[in-house]
């Protein structure tokens, strides 16, 4: 332990500190951390006094070199391999419980009775209550064919449930919708860039040219990246030979390695539109910036966040890593995507100033959509997740208005739903009930974001997330402008083949 822990103090201190200082201030670490395993009146785990003190260095280096954990660094491999082992679920935080929205076929949840809109509050005896989602992943997921009990509460029972699920492989997929739109517009949405992200979409991009697809609306709003090798290849799959795609460069300016596209033959000729928002970062930007760059697709949306840093994965010992900063990202015409870092709230928050389009860094999108906000009274609602949770009651037949309605709303389908004043009222019934107070004014500024949440989560209860996404690309001011944009696609495009 103490020769791993004096390693990593020499090495961070040749590269941190002048060598007339080094042997000062590792005397001085090696003495603080004789004087806590000696002296310290509680117990000292060594293991995360190693931990600690190289959390403690890379935490000052840049706003992305961080020390991953053993279960970090798993978690890490496994969203990038394509797979993990868990439950099969998807969840999210709703009033501080983490809450079911997607219990995948064929799954251990499945099989276990786990249910939409069921809150799991306990998992192997640990409270989950105030977990955000990705916390409540580290616990929920484990090794292979192992169990984790967990405690859950659901909507018209008195009392808790427990369930023992025993964990299995899990196939995570990043492309979460995929398909026509209306006529021959394809609708692909890509979460993130795993290892198996290049092959996914170029499948899903087959099916749907099979279905007769002319132009691609390709989204990745709100995905934050991932490996660089998935977004060169997803770059390569719509530009020609030999196009530069990204280059990195190091301390300096030195310049590491370029990266141009290698294959023929593929998308090259395919009319796209790319959507991005303040939460496209990394990987996403990098294929922004290189369609844009070679005026090949239009970019639409909003500014992308600006994370253009490389990060070299070091293993440690413990089965643990530190992912640290070597390089930036550079887009074909030689702009920098890292934006400047000054402190974490102007870093993070940042992208809601309204001076933000003027910051250096990022992507800034062809044709820039301001997205539409909710209303006061319906944020509200949803802030409370009675949507959400009315529209389960509802699905499940549980609602005084269910065995009336819900016939008709299965028979209409995802993308005809139909809110009457019945359904509206039995919600707002539930909505009182539930502590949500208004006026008759708020309800009338609000009455049209109401009926289109209710439609939303019906279809995410009754037939699924993709289901629902064609809902929501039905009032999706970004989605509606990339469809307007298909003239402008298809004269890029042209031109793109006969530069």
């Given at each position: 332990m103490r020769k791993s822990l004096i390693l990593l103090l020499l090495i961070s201190g040749a590269l941190l500190l002048g060598q007339e200082v080094i042997k000062a201030q590792l005397t001085r670490l090696l003495k603080a951390y004789a004087y806590i395993k000696t002296f310290s009146y509680e117990k000292v785990d060594k293991k995360e006094l190693l931990f600690g003190a190289v959390e403690g260095m890379t935490a000052g280096l840049d706003p992305h070199s961080r020390f991953l954990d053993p279960l970090t660094f798993r978690t890490l491999q496994e969203d990038q391999g394509g797979k993990f082992y868990g439950l099969g679920i998807s969840?999210?935080?709703?009033?501080?419980?983490?809450?079911?929205?997607?219990?995948?076929?064929?799954?251990?949840?499945?099989?276990?009775?786990?249910?939409?809109?069921?809150?799991?509050?306990?998992?192997?005896?640990?409270?989950?209550?105030?977990?955000?989602?990705?916390?409540?992943?580290?616990?929920?997921?484990?090794?292979?064919?192992?169990?984790?009990?967990?405690?859950?509460?659901?909507?018209?029972?008195?009392?808790?449930?427990?369930?023992?699920?025993?964990?299995?492989?899990?196939?995570?997929n990043?492309?979460?919708?995929?398909?026509?739109?209306?006529?021959?517009?394809?609708?692909?949405?890509?979460?993130?860039?795993?290892?198996?992200?290049?092959?996914?979409?170029?499948?899903?991009?087959?099916?749907?040219k099979k279905?007769?697809?002319?132009?691609?609306?390709?989204?990745?709003?709100?995905?934050?990246?991932?490996?660089?090798?998935?977004?060169?290849?997803?770059?390569?799959?719509?530009?020609?030979?030999?196009?530069?795609?990204?280059?990195?460069?190091?301390?300096?300016?030195?310049?590491?390695?370029?990266?141009?596209?290698?294959?023929?033959?593929?998308?090259?000729?395919?009319?796209?539109?790319?959507?991005?928002?303040?939460?496209?970062?990394?990987?996403?930007?990098?294929?922004?910036?290189?369609?844009?760059?070679?005026?090949?697709?239009?970019?639409?949306?909003?500014?992308?966040?600006?994370?253009?840093?490389?990060?070299?994965?070091?293993?440690?010992?413990?089965?643990?890593a530190i992912a640290l900063t070597t390089a930036k990202y550079y887009t074909p015409s030689g702009r920098c995507i890292q934006?400047?870092?000054?402190?974490?709230?102007?870093?993070?928050?940042?992208?809601?100033?309204?001076?933000?389009?003027?910051?250096?860094?990022?992507?800034?999108?062809?044709?820039?959509?301001?997205?539409?906000?909710?209303?006061?009274?319906?944020?509200?609602?949803?802030?409370?997740g009675l949507f959400f949770r009315w529209a389960n009651l509802f699905s499940r037949g549980k609602r005084p208005i269910s065995s009336r309605f819900l016939p008709v709303i299965k028979s209409m389908g995802p993308e005809n739903i139909k809110i009457s004043n019945e359904i509206l009222k039995d919600f707002l019934s539930y909505a009182r009930k539930q502590g949500v107070n208004y006026d008759k004014k708020e309800l009338d500024q609000a009455r049209k974001d109401i009926i289109f949440e209710l439609k939303y989560e019906i279809a995410t209860v009754l037939w699924?997330?993709?289901?629902?996404?064609?809902?929501?690309?039905?009032?999706?001011?970004?989605f509606q402008k990339a469809l307007q944009a298909r003239g402008v696609a298809e004269r890029m495009v042209e031109k793109y083949l006969v530069k």
């Open positions: 969840i999210t935080s709703i009033n501080g419980k983490i809450t079911v929205v997607q219990v995948l076929r064929g799954t251990p949840a499945e099989k276990a009775g786990l249910m939409v809109g069921d809150a799991i509050i306990k998992a192997d005896g640990k409270s989950l209550i105030g977990y955000t989602p990705s916390e409540a992943v580290k616990v929920l997921r484990g090794p292979k064919g192992s169990t984790v009990k967990i405690v859950i509460e659901r909507e018209g029972y008195k009392k808790p449930i427990e369930l023992t699920i025993k964990r299995a492989e899990i196939p995570l990043t492309v979460r919708a995929s398909f026509i739109y209306r006529g021959d517009v394809g609708y692909i949405t890509l979460t993130s860039f795993g290892l198996k992200s290049p092959e996914e979409l170029r499948k899903a991009m087959e099916k749907l279905k007769g697809m002319k132009y691609l609306i390709l989204d990745i709003r709100g995905n934050g990246g991932g490996a660089l090798r998935s977004a060169v290849e997803i770059s390569d799959l719509f530009l020609r030979v030999p196009d530069v795609i990204v280059s990195i460069k190091g301390r300096g300016g030195a310049h590491f390695r370029t990266f141009r596209a290698e294959k023929d033959g593929q998308f090259e000729d395919l009319p796209l539109a790319i959507l991005v928002n303040h939460y496209s970062a990394s990987a996403s930007e990098i294929v922004a910036g290189a369609l844009q760059d070679h005026h090949r697709a239009p970019i639409v949306g909003q500014k992308t966040f600006g994370k253009g840093l490389v990060q070299t994965l070091i293993r440690l010992p413990y089965d643990s934006k400047p870092f000054t402190n974490w709230i102007l870093y993070i928050w940042g992208v809601n100033s309204p001076d933000y389009d003027k910051m250096p860094g990022g992507i800034m999108p062809d044709i820039k959509v301001k997205p539409e906000l909710l209303k006061e009274l319906a944020a509200r609602m949803r802030g409370k699924g997330p993709e289901a629902a996404t064609k809902v929501l690309l039905g009032v999706d001011r970004v």
